[in-house]
């Protein structure tokens, strides 16, 4: 069988979702540690405005989908 599964991300404010994706996600977290200060300053904001434009009313939901496929081996 094959499943398109959601797990949404959900925060309240766009800083601290991209702080904990920074922070939490490897290949985000080298980006920004290899930047200068100006230019992780940059991409904070960016970030920052990304994960705002999901905003919906007092929260920001942001998808993240994924498939499960499940077989039996014979």
């Known amino acids: 069988t094959i499943e398109e599964l959601d797990i949404p991300q959900l925060g309240e404010d766009g800083t601290e979702m991209w702080r904990f994706f920074r922070d939490n996600f490897g ?5 920004w540690n290899s930047f200068d200060a100006a230019a992780s300053t940059e991409l904070d904001t960016t970030m920052e405005a990304f994960f705002e434009g999901y ?7 942001v998808e993240r989908k994924y498939i499960v496929i499940t077989g039996v081996r014979r």
């Open 55 to 61: 905003r919906s009313d007092d929260e920001i939901s």
């Open 27 to 31: 290949p985000s977290f080298t980006l």
